[in-house]
């Protein structure tokens, strides 16, 4: 098969199906900001408070031998998004944005607040997030030269992003929105 006139990457995922031998899988992720290192040369990591935990469980196998198969998985995510831009001189490690400093940033937010009524938002260094997956699979071995087969993906989550990705920029909060979606 050729593919053409698509910039980046082709993706074909394909979705486990039930056999005659039942299967099942299960695991969990686990991670803080205590796992994580806090000095980095020397310099204090400023890492946020935040604990992501992954989970999530497959089973498959045979309702009718040999004709009918079904396929489950579920995935749960609580998690956070960590954000670590700094401003030039700060007290901690992170993705340092040249050429402004706390004072500017505090400036700038006094300025925002004092003569606009506008408020920038605390400074995050994460924000928790939720993803939940489900998918249901049925495979029917109607004969020889005939099967069918049914797919349901349930996805429901959300994340937050800043809305200028460049690092050479620094976002206060009120520029971070949240992408969630359910389908």
């Excluded at 806090?38 to 890492?47: A, S, V, Y």
């Excluded at 408070?49 to 045979?62: E, P």
């Excluded at 940033?105 to 004092?114: S, Y």
Aim: charged letters at 25%.
């Amino acid at each position: 098969m050729i593919y053409g006139q698509f910039t980046a990457c082709n993706v074909n995922a394909v979705t486990k199906s039930g056999s005659n031998e039942w299967h099942g899988s299960a695991f969990y992720d686990y991670t803080n900001d205590s796992m994580r290192g806090d000095k980095l040369q020397g310099d204090p990591i400023d890492n946020g408070d935040y604990t992501i935990q992954r989970y999530g469980a497959t089973l498959g196998g045979a309702i009718l031998k040999d004709k009918l198969f079904f396929f489950l998985a579920y995935e749960k995510l609580k998690g956070a998004n960590i954000f670590d831009r700094v401003p030039t001189g700060a007290a901690t490690s992170g993705r340092v944005v040249e050429g402004v400093s706390q004072a500017q940033l505090d400036q700038i937010a006094q300025v925002a607040r004092d003569l606009y009524g506008y408020e920038v938002g605390p400074a995050y260094k994460s924000l928790p997030v939720e993803d939940e997956k489900w998918t249901v699979k049925l495979d029917w071995e109607i004969s020889d030269n005939h099967r069918a087969s049914y797919t349901y993906n349930y996805n429901d989550g959300y994340n937050w992003s800043q809305s200028d990705s460049d690092d050479d920029e620094y976002e206060f909060s009120d520029h971070y929105y949240e992408r969630g979606a359910e389908l």
